[in-house]
């Protein structure tokens, strides 16, 4: 069964470092999503992303984070200047046109 | 600002019990998603619903739009459904928006 990787499957870095989140859409995909989970919060919606372009961010999504998709497999997230606040588990997830959104395994970020 | 509000927040039952995880939220969605989340972070879709009722395995989900409140029901409970269940709504916005707003998942426990 396809599936959404998501890699690594945990990050560490210290405060102010540059991470880079990488993830793995299922290959017939449109649509693309980053969510993020603080341990023991609720999931939290970051950014989607549709025809190469962001189609939606949250409050939480600001200059510090940005996303891409550089090859037409991998979709990036990237937090620029990492502060302790940002340590938490981050989610991946993709649809088709319609229908689910599929979720990766996720990437727990700790920032030191 | 939407809120989803699961209820009950925790819940212990025994293997064989029937299950019911409430959802309700306060604006108007063009979808609701069941997600289970496993104790290692994982996150599965398991349920999209626009209308009316969706029946998987032992899972059954139902929404009444009218009222914006939907059920999560498992039948048969057992000890590999303990994990936690979170509704997930698609607010109604304008410019193809569809970032999801999370409740804070309901944690069921099956004892044996």
């Known amino acids: 069964e396809p599936e959404v990787t998501q890699t690594p499957s945990h990050q560490v870095t210290q405060m102010g470092q540059e991470v880079i989140l990488r993830c793995v859409p299922i290959?017939?995909?449109?649509?693309f999503y980053w969510y993020r989970q603080i341990l023991g919060q609720k999931v939290e919606f970051l950014v989607s992303?549709?025809?190469?372009?962001?189609?939606?961010k949250s409050e939480i999504f600001d200059d510090q984070f940005s996303v891409e998709r550089p090859d037409g497999s991998n979709f990036t997230l990237k937090i620029r200047s990492t502060k302790l606040e940002d340590s938490a588990m981050y989610f991946c997830?993709?649809?088709?046109?319609?229908?689910?959104?599929?979720f990766g395994a996720g990437t727990r970020l700790s920032v030191l | 600002k939407n809120e989803v509000e699961q209820s009950p927040q925790n819940l212990t039952a025994q293997e064989g019990e029937f299950i019911t995880i409430n959802c309700s939220y306060s604006?108007?969605?063009?979808?609701l998603h069941w997600l289970q989340q496993h104790p290692g972070g994982g996150i599965v879709s398991l349920f999209m619903?626009?209308?009316g009722k969706k029946k998987h395995g032992r899972l059954i989900a139902t929404i009444n739009i009218q009222e914006k409140h939907s059920s999560l029901h498992i039948t048969a409970s057992h000890p590999r459904d303990s994990a936690v269940y979170i509704c997930?709504?698609?607010?109604?916005?304008?410019?193809?928006?569809?970032?999801?707003?999370f409740g804070k998942g309901t944690h069921l426990i099956i004892q044996p």
């Open positions: 997830a993709s649809r088709e046109k319609t229908g689910e959104r599929y």
């Open positions: 619903l626009s209308s």
């Open positions: 604006v108007g969605i063009s979808a």
């Open positions: 290959s017939n995909h449109l649509y």
């Open positions: 997930a709504v698609r607010p109604l916005r304008g410019g193809g928006a569809d970032g999801l707003t």
């Open positions: 992303f549709y025809n190469n372009e962001i189609s939606e």
